[in-house]
């Protein structure tokens, strides 16, 4: 598996704390959460890509979000089935964990409420994606 062996070469979490803000350590390296209807991307409607901010990862295309009133950027599907590890039903809440496959960073869940044609709902965290505009 080429995901686990990037992983495993990964950059360790003090060296994380320097290069990450603490929002973007706090979501990324320890599964945490930005508030609801805080993040900056989160009424982005430009055309675009979203990339991993820790290591620039591209995760989602700006065709797939979509406004899912959650609070959340909200996406139907990532840009690739690479771009993402999909943990299955991990911690408290009834969705799968989202971790980007190049870093190892925690990045939101996917829920089975989303829109067609997938039925997924990827709901991240605006600070740890950086937008690239088309
Ligand atoms: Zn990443």
Redesign the pocket.
Same mark, same amino acid.
């Given at each position: 598996m080429p995901h686990i062996m990037i992983i495993q070469k990964s950059i360790p979490n003090e060296e994380w704390k320097e290069i990450l803000t603490p929002l973007q350590y706090k979501i990324?390296r320890e599964g945490g959460t930005e508030k609801a209807f805080t993040g900056e991307l989160l009424n982005n409607h430009e055309k675009g890509v979203y990339?991993?901010?820790?290591? *620039?990862?591209e995760?989602f295309s700006s065709e797939t979000k979509y406004d899912s009133k959650t609070g959340w950027p909200s996406f139907y599907s990532p840009i690739s089935e690479n771009s993402f590890i999909i943990k299955p039903n991990s911690g408290s809440i009834n969705a799968s964990e989202v971790i980007?496959?190049?870093? *190892? *960073?925690h990045?939101g869940h996917v829920f089975t409420d989303g829109p067609e044609p997938t039925g997924l709902r990827f709901c991240m965290n605006s600070a740890a994606l950086k937008f690239k505009k088309k």
């Open positions: 990324l990339v991993c901010v820790a290591c *620039g990862n995760l980007c496959a190049k870093c *190892g *960073g990045h």
